[in-house]
């Protein structure tokens, strides 16, 4: 395979394990948020901090990058918070495509910023993925209806913010590795004094599931990065939307789970303005 299909093979695999992880967080049962987000992230600090050390670079930054990595990882709590709370209470194809809102979020941050001046198209994407959102969430005046879809978009915003601000730290040479640790470490501890006040006893099926739902997330990361390694992201993003097909073979052969009517509408909108501007992007070249 050349550089390109190799890229677009990772980048599907990806989206499977971030599928598998969502679903493994599903799986664990009826634990809170915050200790799922904790055991998730331990493990993906451990992971980082092998890689770190093992490779000899250690935790080598400058301290101008300290407040983008706060942000970062600030950012990027509340993005899992979010997308855990919203797969636990929707259909997984619906968190899944609430997160997949990112992108999006991204345009908006990047022009607030980064000052970037984003083309006529991608304003117009932006609107038409924030319409195709409204039917995955599909307002009402029943706050506790609606809570659960705000909280998976409100996970798409944090990590689009967390991506603008990785994206601000990659160009100032930072590794992934290092951005991968510090959020972790720093997610686990702001977490934790809520994890220890409510901890509630987990089963050895749901420590299992959690490790699980971990080393899917590594996979995740592992196979995303490896993915733009290989191409740029306006070549092979597109592909990483087949987390949402993932996510509803898992969630009706696992959970019986069918999305409804306006839901597929809402993927349709989201999906078509990101190919939109996939396409866009691709011919700029």
Not at 44 to 71: C, E, N, Q, S
Not at 99 to 125: A, D, H, M, V
Not at 183 to 203: D, K, N, Q, T, W
Not at 234 to 248: G, H, L
């Amino acid at each position: 395979m050349n550089k390109k299909q190799k890229a677009i093979l990772y980048i599907i695999l990806s989206a499977f394990f971030f599928a598998l992880m969502n679903c493994f967080v599903r799986l664990s049962g009826d634990l809170p948020t915050v200790q799922k987000s904790f055991f998730r992230n331990f493990i993906a600090m451990l992971v980082a901090a092998f890689i770190l050390f093992k490779d000899g670079t250690g935790l080598d930054y400058h301290k101008r990058d300290i407040p983008l990595l706060i942000v970062r990882s600030v950012m990027g709590t509340i993005g899992i918070l979010g997308n855990f709370y919203a797969v636990d209470k929707l259909n997984l194809s619906d968190a899944s495509m609430l997160n997949k809102l990112s992108p999006f979020f991204t345009i908006i941050f990047s022009i607030i910023f980064l000052k970037e001046k984003p083309k006529l198209i991608q304003y117009i994407g932006t609107i038409l993925a924030f319409i195709g959102s409204l039917f995955i969430i599909k307002p009402t005046l029943n706050f506790t209806e609606v809570f659960p879809a705000l909280a998976g978009a409100l996970g798409g915003m944090g990590a689009g913010a967390a991506y603008t601000a990785v994206r601000a730290l990659g160009q100032r040479g930072v590794k992934g590795p290092l951005i991968v640790f510090f959020f972790s470490a720093f997610s686990c501890i702001v977490v934790l004094p809520a994890v220890i006040a409510g901890y509630r006893h987990m089963e050895l099926w749901q420590i299992g599931s959690l490790l699980l739902a971990g080393i899917a997330a590594a996979g995740g990361q592992f196979t995303i990065t490896a993915a733009y390694s290989n191409a740029p992201a306006k070549e092979i993003s597109i592909f990483d939307y087949t987390q949402i097909i993932f996510s509803a073979l898992l969630g009706f052969f696992l959970f019986d789970q069918i999305p409804d009517i306006y839901s597929f509408a809402g993927y349709v909108i989201i999906c078509g303005a990101s190919a939109a501007l996939f396409i866009y992007n691709k011919n700029q070249d």
